[in-house]
């Protein structure tokens, strides 16, 4: 088919060592949720000029491996460019036992080594530079990427950091920093809706991890007018942070405010005043407070 204006999806393959699978696999599109085109790979490669622009879930299924998919909106005409990794399945006399880390060659660990430690140092080139190294030696190494996800979250880059941490995910699932990573990414990205379970699984396998992590979730219930859920899951950011996130305090006021608490509303605000009377939070935290006042939702 002739693309013309319309979008283009390719899709790669692969097993968890980052080849493209040699074994033929089973390729569907859904549109919407509905079902619209379907092919088999060539060489781990498939490729799709979906009739219109829209939200497409891309599925697989190889012999020997697990089914994957993986979710995507195009808005635009243009090609994509879709890595879709399998997990072999194991035969029934095999045991998974406990994976270990991959083990990287020297020169690998030496560049993701030197990246990870820029990155902490806030050498942000630096560690762009040695990473970048690492990908090509092991582009599919999950801690490789997740590193490089954590680097484009300190940058903006929210869709590069989108597109490494979920490739680390899909390598490695189940990995509460690289889901925690991803659901914060979602959400800065304003996508609420699919940040939200990536969150909740998060929390669910480390039930102890940071706050932020429980800060991202508030924000994405908030955003998504899950109020009750979101004033819950703030106020566990805010006892856990001790007071030392003012967004974590703002975001807990204004969950409150959202199921009609306005009077713990009010204390929260009146509290982070005590600590925090200067800078550009306190300003917002005065107008929060005068305008409940205003309006009649508190006592003077």
């Known amino acids: 088919m002739i693309r013309g204006d319309r979008a283009e999806i390719s899709v790669s393959v692969?097993?968890?060592?980052?080849?493209?699978?040699?074994?033929?696999?089973?390729?569907?599109?859904?549109?919407?949720?509905?079902?619209?085109?379907?092919?088999?790979?060539?060489?781990?490669?498939?490729?799709?000029?979906?009739?219109?622009?829209?939200?497409?879930?891309?599925?697989?299924?190889?012999?020997?491996?697990?089914?994957?998919?993986?979710?995507?909106?195009?808005?635009?005409?243009?090609?994509?460019?879709?890595?879709?990794?399998?997990?072999?399945?194991?035969?029934?006399?095999?045991?998974?036992?406990?994976?270990?880390?991959?083990?990287?060659?020297?020169?690998?660990?030496?560049?993701?080594?030197?990246?990870?430690?820029?990155?902490?140092?806030?050498?942000?080139?630096?560690?762009?530079k040695e990473l970048a190294k690492a990908a090509k030696l092991v582009p599919a190494n999950p801690e490789v990427l997740y590193i490089q996800g954590m680097l484009y979250m300190r940058q903006g880059n929210w869709e590069k950091a989108e597109s490494v941490l979920q490739k680390s995910d899909q390598i490695e699932p189940n990995q509460p920093r690289v889901l925690s990573a991803l659901g914060m990414t979602l959400g800065n990205e304003k996508k609420y809706e699919t940040a939200i379970p990536v969150l909740e699984?998060?929390?669910?396998?480390?039930?102890?991890?940071?706050?932020?992590?429980?800060?991202?979730?508030?924000?994405?219930?908030?955003?998504?007018?899950?109020?009750?859920?979101?004033?819950?899951?703030?106020?566990?950011?805010?006892?856990?942070?001790?007071?030392?996130?003012?967004?974590?305090?703002?975001?807990?006021?204004q969950c409150l405010t959202a199921v009609g608490r306005f009077e713990d509303a009010a204390q929260v605000l009146r509290e982070f005043l005590k600590s925090n009377a200067q800078g550009p939070e306190a300003v917002t935290a005065r107008r929060w407070l005068d305008n409940l006042t205003a309006d009649g939702k508190i006592r003077p």
């Open 201 to 253: 699984k998060s929390i669910q396998l480390e039930p102890n991890a940071s706050w932020e992590t429980d800060l991202a979730l508030a924000k994405a219930y908030y955003f998504h007018e899950q109020y009750d859920q979101a004033a819950k899951m703030a106020e566990q950011a805010h006892n856990t942070s001790h007071g030392t996130s003012p967004q974590a305090e703002l975001l807990f006021a």
């Open 14 to 128: 692969r097993d968890s060592s980052g080849a493209n699978i040699t074994v033929p696999a089973t390729v569907k599109l859904n549109k919407n949720g509905m079902p619209s085109d379907q092919t088999s790979t060539s060489r781990g490669r498939a490729f799709f000029i979906p009739r219109g622009l829209g939200d497409f879930t891309i599925i697989v299924e190889a012999a020997g491996y697990k089914s994957a998919q993986k979710d995507i909106s195009v808005t635009v005409a243009g090609k994509f460019e879709i890595d879709i990794y399998l997990q072999r399945e194991l035969e029934p006399n095999e045991t998974a036992g406990v994976p270990g880390k991959p083990i990287l060659a020297p020169e690998a660990q030496k560049a993701l080594t030197k990246g990870t430690q820029a990155l902490r140092e806030g050498k942000l080139e630096e560690a762009e």
